[in-house]
Nanobody
């Protein structure tokens, strides 16, 4: 079992930066993949960025070059640094973890980018 607790998020103007964090309830050393997905009302949840236990990263094309995912194993925490934010980045951001075939989700944190 893994509980995920997001923090950060909020309201920012277009072009600004924001950071969200996700702290796991236990060591993340054996968590295969952690990352962030986002969802807007009426649309499917989409992958934003993920990072493997080995440190490999993958980003959605829409955020490449603007968002950076990282993990701190000592703090059991994954971070998402979001720069050059656009109004279309507005969504609820969900932390995600996969341990073998089991997926875990956080409660979500709202990110709103005003134009």
């Amino acid at each position: 079992q893994v509980q995920l607790a997001e923090s950060g998020g909020g309201l920012v103007q277009a072009g600004g930066s924001l950071s969200v964090s996700c702290e796991a309830s236990r060591s993340i050393l054996d968590i295969n993949v952690m990352g962030w997905h986002r969802q807007v009302p009426g649309k499917q949840r989409e992958m934003v960025a993920v990072i493997s236990s080995g440190g490999s990263t993958n980003y959605a094309d829409t955020v490449k070059g603007r968002f950076t995912i990282s993990r701190d194993n000592a703090k059991n925490t994954v971070y998402l640094q979001m720069d050059s934010l656009k109004p279309e980045d507005t969504a609820v951001y969900y932390c995600y973890a996969r341990v073998r075939l089991i997926q875990y989700w956080g409660q979500g944190t709202q990110v709103t980018v005003s134009s």
